[in-house]
Every structure is written in C-alpha cells, then in structure tokens.
C-alpha cells in the first residue's frame, strides 16, 4: 500500500474515534432544566492531503505564533512549584521530579524550556490525555474532562478558596491571597470561585462539558487540529456556531457587555465595603487603598470585602468574559454584589 494511503486510512480511523469520543461526552450531559441542545451536527471526515511533515511543519509553524513558545523566565526558574506549569520539560517530567516522592531528583535544568511539542505529547501531558482524568486543589474528587485534563493542569487557578475563606475567618491567613493567573479551569467547571455562605451557584450543564479545543483548537480547512490556541472569532461557525447557528460574535446576545458592566458593579462595590479607594493585586496578593494611595491593612478588611476581590478576579482575568461557563459567571458575579452589599445587582 502507498505511505499516502495508509496516512490516509489512519487519519480516517482516528477522525471517527474522535467523533466518537465526542458524541460521548456529550450524552453525559445532564440536560438540567435547559432546551436540549441540538447535537452538534459532525463535521464530514475530511482526507487530509498534507504528509506527515507537511503537517508537523504547519502545526509547528501555528505554535510558533502561540505564547506558549516561551517560557515566562522567572516562574519557570523557580523550582518544580512552578515549573509543573511555567516549563514543557518540567510540566512532562513532573513525575520524575514530583517532590512528594521520596529520593526523587532535584529539579535543576540547564535552561527553561516553553511550552513545546513534548510538554503536551509525551509524559504527563501525555498521560493526562490519555487518562482524562485531572485533580484540581478546589475539588475533593478528581475530575474526568476528556483531553482537556490536560489543560486543565495548568489552567486552573491553583487555589482552594475553600481554605483560604476559612483561614481569613480565623485570621490565620497572612496574605489576601488571589487566584493565579490561568483561572480558566476554576470558571469552566463551576467550582472554583469562593463559596457564598447559604448559595449554591449553577453552572452551564453544555458549555462546561466542550472540550478547550473545540473552541481553541477547531480543525482546520485541511483537516487537522489548529494549534494557535487562540479563540478566533473568524473560526466561529466551526466553534460556536455548531449549537448557535448564525452567531457572529463572541459577544453573543450581549453577554460579554453584560458581564463587563456587572464586573464594574461588583469592583466599585467591594472597594466601598472595604473603605477603599482603589484594589490592586501582585505578588500573589490582593491590597486595598485608602484615599492617600496607602495599603489598608488586612485585618480591617471585612470578609465580604475578601470574597468580593477573589470573585472579581476570578471572572474578570479568565479572558473569556464569562464564554467558560455563562450561568456560573454570571450568578457568581450576581451573588458575590448581593453578599457585599445587600442589594440586587441591576
Ligand atoms: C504546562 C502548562 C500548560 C498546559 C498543559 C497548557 N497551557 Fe495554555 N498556557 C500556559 C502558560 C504558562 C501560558 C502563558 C504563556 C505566556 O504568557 O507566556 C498559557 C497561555 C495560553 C493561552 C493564551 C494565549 C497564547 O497565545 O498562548 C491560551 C488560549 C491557552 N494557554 C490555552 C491552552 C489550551 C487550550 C491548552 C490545552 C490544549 C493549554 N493551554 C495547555 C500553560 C499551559
Ligand atoms: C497550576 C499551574 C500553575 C502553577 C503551579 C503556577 N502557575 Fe503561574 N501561571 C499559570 C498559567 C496557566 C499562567 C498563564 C495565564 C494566562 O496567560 O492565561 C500563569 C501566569 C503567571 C504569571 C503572569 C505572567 C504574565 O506576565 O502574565 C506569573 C507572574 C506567574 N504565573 C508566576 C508563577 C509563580 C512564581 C509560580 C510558583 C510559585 C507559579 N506561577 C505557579 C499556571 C501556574
Ligand atoms: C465554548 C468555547 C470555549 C471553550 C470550551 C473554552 N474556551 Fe477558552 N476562550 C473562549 C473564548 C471565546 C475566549 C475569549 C477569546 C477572545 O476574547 O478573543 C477564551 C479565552 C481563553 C483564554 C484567554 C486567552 C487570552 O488571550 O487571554 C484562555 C487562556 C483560555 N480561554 C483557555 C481555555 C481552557 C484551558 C479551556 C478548557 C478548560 C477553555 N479555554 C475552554 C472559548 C472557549
Ligand atoms: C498545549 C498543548 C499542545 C502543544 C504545545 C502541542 N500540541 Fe499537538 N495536540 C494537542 C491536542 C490537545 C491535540 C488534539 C488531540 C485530539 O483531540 O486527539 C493535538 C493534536 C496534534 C496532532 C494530531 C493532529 C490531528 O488533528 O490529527 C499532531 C500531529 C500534533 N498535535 C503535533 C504537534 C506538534 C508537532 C507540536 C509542536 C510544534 C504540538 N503538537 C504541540 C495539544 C498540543
Ligand atoms: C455544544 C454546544 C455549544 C457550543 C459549542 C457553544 N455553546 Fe453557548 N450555550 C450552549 C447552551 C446549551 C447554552 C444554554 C445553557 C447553558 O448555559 O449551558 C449556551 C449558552 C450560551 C450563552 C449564555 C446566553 C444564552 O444564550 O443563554 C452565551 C453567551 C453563549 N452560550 C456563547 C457561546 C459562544 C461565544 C460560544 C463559542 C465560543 C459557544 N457559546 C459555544 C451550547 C453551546
């Protein structure tokens, strides 16, 4: 048989296995209290023409365009903590390194390393794929998510709000400490924003179960995987526009503006719960300001206040303005202003 066509045959084999994982996944939906969604209609298998090189050097080529080529120097250099998530060869490697095993090797590389070819597809990037399944510091249980456990790793906010909220009441906790950056995981699912006493917040049943790369992966005019990572809205029909026909923008029904305007609402609120002027956040922490500029200190800060800053930042730094999990983000926003204030967020 010609090379082409066994590629070909392969390729085809794979697609159904794809479409069939996805059909999957999408009968665990539970279908609560929404108009089921009409399934996604499948794409038509198409037969790549590319060879397997043509195909590592688009792949190659779209990943360069990604931030994920480099390394951010200074987390990646800070010890295996980090580097799990800042660094491909420590993220692939952390089995070797993990320091919970007794004798395991120091984590010493020579130079830091992006987020590359290996970092996804061999060891733990690997394996997570494989497995789907991902633990994550704000749920007891390990979640099953697909290939997107493997995002999911590293896109989670690396925090248990749970925790953090009881420290703070006991003030044992030293700093207002924030979710980390790439809190995406923490939206998605639902479950990582900080708990409202007595609400119990709901969470889109369809959005939080697309696999990250349907929208940020969406398979290309020739039949592979896209590895730009980004959300593009010029790809929209193939992402979004498989359940909502005609939509033209991210900004769907006015969502996003919504989002925005509530997020505004919800800064300004906690700010004024606090007595402060302005909420700034770096080096892992949150700081309240008062009207000279000067850093309010912490145990003047009602607990409100605390869970008002965390939410915010939570929704408001994930990137997609509430397109993770629309009824989580947009209750949890809700939810948090009426906790700070007392009133109804209109
Ligand atoms: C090993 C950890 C790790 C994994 C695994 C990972 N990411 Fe990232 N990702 C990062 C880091 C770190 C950044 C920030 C890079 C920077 O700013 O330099 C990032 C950035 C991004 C961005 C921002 C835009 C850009 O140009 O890169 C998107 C979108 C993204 N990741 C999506 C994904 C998706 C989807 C997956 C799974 C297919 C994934 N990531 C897997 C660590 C990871
Ligand atoms: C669970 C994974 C994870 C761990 C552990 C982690 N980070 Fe990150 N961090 C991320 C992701 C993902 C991003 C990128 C978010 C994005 O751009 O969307 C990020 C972004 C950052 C940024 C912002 C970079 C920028 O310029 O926007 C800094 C700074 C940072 N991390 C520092 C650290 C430090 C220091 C540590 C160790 C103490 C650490 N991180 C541990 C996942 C992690
Ligand atoms: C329903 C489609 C959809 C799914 C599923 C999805 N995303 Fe996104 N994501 C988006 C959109 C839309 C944006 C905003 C893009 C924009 O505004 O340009 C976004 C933004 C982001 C950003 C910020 C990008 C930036 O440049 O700042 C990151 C990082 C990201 N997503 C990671 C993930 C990860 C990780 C997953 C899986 C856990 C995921 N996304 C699942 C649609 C999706
Ligand atoms: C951030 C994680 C990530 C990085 C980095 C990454 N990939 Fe992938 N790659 C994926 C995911 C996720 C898939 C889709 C797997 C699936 O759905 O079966 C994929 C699929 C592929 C496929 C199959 C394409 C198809 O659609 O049949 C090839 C080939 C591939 N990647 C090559 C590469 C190469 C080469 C690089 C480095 C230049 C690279 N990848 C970097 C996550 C990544
Ligand atoms: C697999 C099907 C599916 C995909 C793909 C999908 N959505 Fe949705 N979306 C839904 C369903 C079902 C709802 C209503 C229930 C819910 O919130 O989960 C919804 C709700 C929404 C909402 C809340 C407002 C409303 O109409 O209820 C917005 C905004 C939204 N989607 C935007 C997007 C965007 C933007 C994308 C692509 C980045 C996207 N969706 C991709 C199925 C999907």
């Known amino acids: 048989m010609k090379k082409s066509l066994i590629l070909v045959l392969v390729f085809l084999a794979t697609m159904f296995v794809i479409a069939g994982c996805e059909l999957e996944e999408m009968a665990e939906t539970p279908a609560v209290s929404t108009p089921a969604p009409t399934p996604a209609p499948q794409p038509a298998p ?48 952390f089995k070797t390194f993990d320091p919970a095993v007794a004798g395991a090797p120091a984590y010493a590389p020579k130079h830091a ?45 690396n925090r248990n ?78 992402t979004c526009g498989t359940c909502h026909t005609g939509i033209t923008s991210f900004d769907h029904k006015g969502f996003r503006s919504e989002m925005n305007y509530m997020l505004g609402k919800l800064k300004k609120a906690t700010m004024a719960k606090a007595g402060a002027s302005d909420l700034t956040y770096g080096s892992g922490r949150f700081t309240f300001h008062d009207a000279k500029g000067a850093a309010i200190d912490m145990k003047m800060i009602p607990f409100e206040a605390y869970v008002g800053a965390y939410n915010w930042r939570l929704i408001a730094l994930d990137g997609s303005l509430g397109i993770h999990n629309p009824q989580y983000s947009k209750a949890i926003v809700k939810e948090t202003y009426k906790f700070v204030t007392g009133e109804e967020l209109k």
Not at 217 to 230: D, W
């Open 113 to 157: 390393t992006g987020i590359d070819c290996q970092a996804c597809h061999t060891g733990q990037g690997k394996e997570l794929m494989e497995s789907g399944s991902v633990k994550l510091l704000f749920m007891d249980q390990p979640l099953q998510a697909g290939k997107s456990a493997m995002c999911l790793s590293c896109h989670n906010s």
């Open 161 to 238: 709000p749970k925790d953090l909220a009881a420290q703070f009441k006991a003030g044992t906790l030293t700093q207002m400490t924030y979710p980390h950056y790439g809190m995406q995981g923490a939206v998605y699912t639902g479950k990582g924003g900080m708990e409202i006493p007595g609400v119990t917040l709901p969470s889109s049943p369809m959005h939080s179960q697309i696999q990250c790369s349907n929208c940020h992966m969406p398979t290309t005019e020739e039949g592979y995987k896209s590895h730009s990572f980004k959300a593009d809205v010029e790809k929209i029909d193939k």
């Open 46 to 93: 198409v037969v790549m023409s590319l060879s397997s090189l043509e195909l590592t050097n688009k792949i190659t080529a779209e990943w360069k365009t990604s931030d994920k080529v480099f390394a951010i120097t200074d987390p990646a250099g800070r010890g295996i903590g980090c580097a799990k998530c800042h660094d491909g060869y420590g993220f692939s490697m």
